[in-house]
């Protein structure tokens, strides 16, 4: 399926105190691009994502305006419930989103609160941790799996809600080499639209052909992940470095 699955336009905001996030946001990813959003801390990035499931916006406190839309359904408070099902949020902490006993509880939670019961929720559970290979570890307490493995589960507490978008915060964040080659494995594989925040430029050179680059609540490039990394005064401008020797121009893109 093609055609827009995020589309956002002219999005400004304000927190409740009178802080100014967003300035004028503008953007669309199509179905199954995987997108990733740059730029330095306080950019905005945080504050944008939190709008395209409703988390913020002029919906949930603070001041603002524009237009979001996933899957082409416009965000209103009456379709908050339909566009929660749509993007899934993974959030930097996995241990924000596992609370129950075993890794199956956790992930059975939020399709078991769509009413799925019986061989329907079992199998959903099962397929979402298949997809990030935590299958054999569906009995074990999270708190019992290493830091890597609870960001994998925490991933499939989202896909097994089978998400037209999934959005993710800092997704390499903490891993060491081996997991994080393993989760880009991972959501590489996923047949889904992916918004990902990351201050981990090969990481986004890796998974996402296209970039946005956020700064001062606004987006300032977007591009091709490649040209814009290679940008050295755009990089210089907005406060983001390679890591040292890291040629982004030597590095292999995703294949798509
Ligand atoms: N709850 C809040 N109340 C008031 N201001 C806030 C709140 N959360 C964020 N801000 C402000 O909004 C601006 C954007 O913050 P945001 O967290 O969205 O940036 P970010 O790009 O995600 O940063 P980081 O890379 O550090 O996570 C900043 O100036 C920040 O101080």
Same mark, same amino acid.
Do not use: W
């Given at each position: ?59 949930? @406190?603070?001041? @603002? ?11 209103? $408070? ?6 929660? &099902? ?35 929720? &079992? ?14 570890? %569906?009995?074990? %307490? ?5 830091? @890597?493995? &609870? $960001? ?7 896909? %097994? ?61 977007? @591009? ?31 294949? &798509?």
């Amino acid at each position: 399926m093609s055609g827009p699955s995020i589309h956002v336009e002219r999005l400004v905001f304000a927190y409740p105190d009178g802080r100014q996030a967003l300035f004028g946001v503008d953007f669309t990813v199509q179905r199954g691009e995987r997108v990733a959003l740059l730029g330095p801390n306080g950019a905005g990035k945080t504050t944008l994502v939190l709008h395209l499931n409703g988390i913020l916006g002029s919906v949930a @406190g603070g001041t @603002g305006s524009g237009r979001i839309q996933v899957g082409g359904t416009d965000l209103h $408070r009456e379709h908050l419930p339909a566009i929660r &099902r749509k993007v899934g949020l993974v959030f930097q902490d996995p241990d924000d989103q596992l609370f129950m006993p075993t890794v199956r509880d956790d992930v059975a939670f939020g399709p078991a609160n769509l009413g799925l019961r019986g061989a329907e929720l &079992r199998d959903r559970v099962h397929e979402a941790l298949v997809q990030v290979g935590m299958q054999d570890h %569906a009995d074990v %307490a999270p708190h019992h799996l290493s830091f @890597g493995q &609870r $960001r994998r589960v925490a991933v499939a507490t989202v896909l %097994a809600m089978r998400p037209e978008v999934l959005v993710l915060d800092e997704p390499s964040s903490n891993l060491d080499p081996a997991s994080r080659r393993e989760l880009a494995d991972i959501l590489s594989g996923l047949d889904v639209t992916l918004l990902m925040i990351t201050h981990d430029l090969p990481y986004a050179l890796q998974l996402c052909e296209r970039s946005l680059l956020m700064d001062d609540g606004r987006i300032v490039a977007d @591009g091709k992940t490649r040209d814009l990394l290679a940008d050295q005064a755009l990089m210089a401008a907005h406060r983001l470095e390679l890591p040292y020797g890291f040629d982004p121009l030597s590095v292999p893109g995703p294949e &798509r």
